[in-house]
């Protein structure tokens, strides 16, 4: 069971936008940075979006986070057979005095 | 380039011990902390711990389950991050990542595999 709690899986056409969304609380999303990452299959993490809303140079500006109290989402707009991969949303929790993560969103472009 | 570059990871029994490291490039690592994230297989991304730097007296937090049994150094002079495992379970079996902490993780290397079995 994780801290952060992410949709197992989301999915979408070609061109469409998609949200995944990121629920945590008062210790954790609510009062530290949130950060996003996509695991493409058989690779490491790659940083997508770093203190809630910003992007990495490199990182489509099709991408883009968002905080709003204990909730984050990660908005990929104009989607593509690329963006197929699992995403993490993650943050610092001070009750656990630990980083925690989501469980991870499987998008699926159909 | 920024990189980091994991090894040490292999087959333990269960009960053994191993120690992974990571090698850094491309950046100051000494003004950095520095995280171990893993990853078993099929599942989700898990916190390790983390090291702080020589400004904050190399200190360390872990993750619950781990606390005790893991242990993060680092040498600052080799711009290398280490993890001691002891006392290892089946669970621990896992993809092992070495991070960079910048207020969160912003580099991750390409992990290494431990397999802990009989």
């Given amino acids: 069971q994780s801290v952060l709690t992410q949709p197992p899986s989301a999915s979408g056409t070609p061109g469409q936008r998609v949200t995944i969304s990121c629920s945590g609380s008062s210790s954790n999303i609510e009062t530290n940075y949130v950060y996003w990452y996509q695991q493409l299959p058989g690779t490491a993490p790659k940083l997508l979006i770093y203190r809630s809303n910003r992007r990495p140079s490199g990182v489509p500006d099709r991408f883009s986070g968002s905080k709003s109290g204990t909730s984050a989402s990660l908005a990929i707009s104009g989607l593509r057979s690329e963006d197929e991969a699992d995403y993490y949303c993650a943050s610092w929790d001070d009750s656990l005095s630990g980083r925690v993560f989501g469980g991870g969103t499987k998008l699926t472009v159909l | ?118």
């Avoid at chain 2, 380039?1 to 191993?18: A, I, T, Y």
């Avoid at chain 2, 969160?104 to 390409?110: E, K």
């Fill in chain 2, 1 to 118: 380039e920024v990189q980091l570059v994991e090894s040490g990871g292999g087959l333990v029994q269960p009960g053994g011990s191993l120690r992974l490291s990571c090698a850094a490039f491309g950046f100051s690592f000494s003004d950095y902390y520095m995280d171990w994230v893993r990853q078993a297989p099929g599942k989700g991304l898990e916190w390790v711990g983390r090291i702080r730097n020589k400004g904050e007296s190399y200190t360390t937090e872990y993750a619950a389950s781990m606390k005790g049994r893991f242990t993060i150094s680092r040498d600052d002079s080799k711009n290398s991050l280490y993890l001691q495992m002891d006392s290892l379970k089946i669970e621990d079996t896992a993809v092992y990542y070495c991070a960079r902490d910048n207020y969160g993780v912003d580099v991750w290397g390409q992990g290494t595999t431990v397999t802990v079995s009989s």
